[in-house]
Every structure is written in C-alpha cells, then in structure tokens.
C-alpha cells in the first residue's frame, strides 16, 4: 500500500486523487513526518499516475511460469494438473484484469502473499472466491486482519474482508509440491515488513522476491510494520546467497532481474546503512540528514522511479530512529 503516491503503481484515477488528497491534508498537519517535502517533491508524478496507466503484461518464463505486471505489484503464476499457484494478487482495482491473465492458467489451487500491502493482496478474496487457497507469513494475516496506521503516508488501513485473508500461516521455511516444481517459502525477519516471504521456484531457479527488492529505484521501508534497514540488508544478504549464475528474480517493483541487479541492490543498501548509522550515532534529527543529502550518489540512478531521494532518505532514517 505505502507505494501509492507513486508513479510505479497503476493507479485509478479516483486511487491517485483520494492518495493525494490525503498527502496534502497530511502537508497541513505540524509535525506529520515531513510529509510536506514528500508532497512538495511529487505533485506531478502522482498527476501522472492517473492520466498513464501502465499496461498489465503477461511474460513467460519458461516452465509453465509467467510474470504478470502492471496490475500493482509483480505477480508470478505457475501453471499446471494440480491446479495454478499465484504469487500475489494486485491492487483491488485492477482485478478483473489480473483474474483475466490468471483465467489462462486454469484453475487456480494457491495463492501466495509476499506480504500485506495491498497492492499485494487486493486481489485476494476475489481470487480465493474461485477457490484458491491463500498461503501467507502469520504477521501478513494479523496486519490484514486489523486496522492499521502508516504513518509514512499518514494513512489508516481497514481490516480486509475475511474472504481476503490467508487460510495457512507460516513461520518457518515450508515447500510446497505441485506442478512438477518444489517452491520454498522462506518467511525473513523484519525487513521490508514483519511478514515478508520470499517464493523460490527451485527447479525453474526462480525467485520472487516480494517487496524486499524494488528493481532500479529506492525501496520503501515500512517502518510502522516493523519493517527496517538492518533487516533489508540481511535479507539481501540471504538472497544473493541462494542465488546461482543463472538465477532469475521477480522483484516487488520494476523489470525482472539478474543475481547481478541483485548484488548492485545489496552494495547500495549496505553503503546506505553505514552512512544512516553515523549520522544516527552524530545524534543527526530527520530534517538535517534530509538535508544532508545522503544518498546523493544514488540519486541519478535510483531516485527517477519509486521513491524520491528525499522520500526514500525521510523514510527509511526515521525507521532506524524507532
Ligand atoms: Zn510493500
């Protein structure tokens, strides 16, 4: 959800508007995380949101696999006799598209979510009305369970509709068996949330990664789901580790990925980690390293899509302050 005010999501106009809405309110509000720069920052990508929605495209993968996007987040589906697994289910809105794309694969068996945003999961009860099973971390049930608060976006979340939410909760590591393909889901600690999954297709060496990897631009960090830096960094870390040469990545956002996107991914997290924790231990306020800049370096190459520089710095110091 917290990706909302932003170009990359295929927003209806009415989402855009509400989104904006919203941002500006928040702008007025004294103390409201500094979501006035936010606003100042991107008054226009969030027009253009509305006015260019991006295409949905279905790519195949080879192996029965396709990579679906432009519905919200990246989805991933999996064909087969045993019926279809789906990994994610986009934005509300886009549903009828998603279902249209997903209706090629047959029946569908599971549905996997990467974790609560719901341009992850708006597609859930829909998709579980035709009678997919939904599969998710427990923190990924109790969050879609509950109303929640994002404070990034100064924005409250409903609880989802019962039909919305996961039937099986996990934990720990657990393999799934269908369609000829063993598909590990590997539950991480706190990172871009307290519920994140990570899918690995492990015959067609496949990952989707969720929203643990933003592919060519600035990661969001939710920091009201737990979610934080340290966290992401050791995600990655793991990730690049169950990665060979040849190893294909769906992340949350952007374009599919090599192990080598990945690792570029991984050094910059880690340089941003350093450089957040000795302006945290300087004792540095949100507003100075915002405005020092500290992503600079970056900005040309990660700040054109997804989060802004000044977003992307806002967000994720404030997280490491919690
Ligand atoms: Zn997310």
């Not at 932003?6 to 979501?35: D, K, N, S």
């Not at 039909?163 to 600690?189: C, F, K, M, Q, S």
Request: hydrophobic fraction near 40%; proline fraction near 7%.
């Amino acid at each position: 959800m917290p990706e909302a005010p932003f170009e990359h999501l295929q927003f209806t106009r009415r989402e855009a508007l509400r989104t904006f809405t919203l941002t500006l309110g928040a702008a007025a509000l004294p103390g409201a995380l500094g979501i006035t720069s936010v606003r100042a920052a991107t008054p226009s990508p969030t027009a253009a949101a509305s006015a260019t929605p991006a295409p949905v495209v279905s790519t195949s993968l080879g192996d029965k696999l396709n990579l679906i996007s432009g519905v919200g987040g990246n989805i991933a589906l999996l064909a087969g006799a045993d019926g279809a697994l789906v990994v994610d289910s986009g934005i509300v809105e886009a549903v009828a598209k998603t279902q249209s794309e997903l209706a090629k694969a047959g029946p569908l068996a599971l549905l996997v979510n990467t974790h609560w945003h719901y341009d992850h999961v708006g597609g859930n009860e829909a998709i579980a009305r035709t009678g997919a099973r939904i599969i998710a971390h427990e923190n990924c049930r109790q969050r879609m369970a509950t109303e929640q608060f994002v404070e990034a976006y100064n924005r409250k979340i409903p609880p989802s509709p019962a039909g919305a939410l996961p039937l099986v909760t996990i934990n720990t590591p657990t393999t799934l068996h269908l369609n000829d393909e063993e598909i590990r889901l590997l539950p991480v600690l706190p990172a871009h949330t307290d519920g994140d999954v990570i899918v690995h297709f492990q015959k067609a060496d496949l990952i989707h990664t969720g929203d643990l990897f933003f592919n060519g631009g600035y990661p969001y960090i939710d920091y009201s789901s737990r979610g934080v830096l340290g966290g992401l960094v050791t995600a990655i870390r793991d990730l690049v580790a169950m990665t060979g040469a040849k190893t294909r990545i769906i992340p949350g956002h952007g374009p599919l990925a090599t192990p080598a996107d990945l690792k570029s991914y991984l050094a910059f997290l880690e340089t941003m980690l350093d450089r957040f924790s000795k302006l945290k231990a300087e004792g540095k306020s949100v507003d100075e390293v915002v405005a020092a800049a500290p992503s600079k370096d970056f900005d040309e190459r990660l700040g054109q899509r997804f989060l802004k520089p000044d977003q992307f710095v806002r967000i994720t110091y404030t997280g490491m302050l919690k």
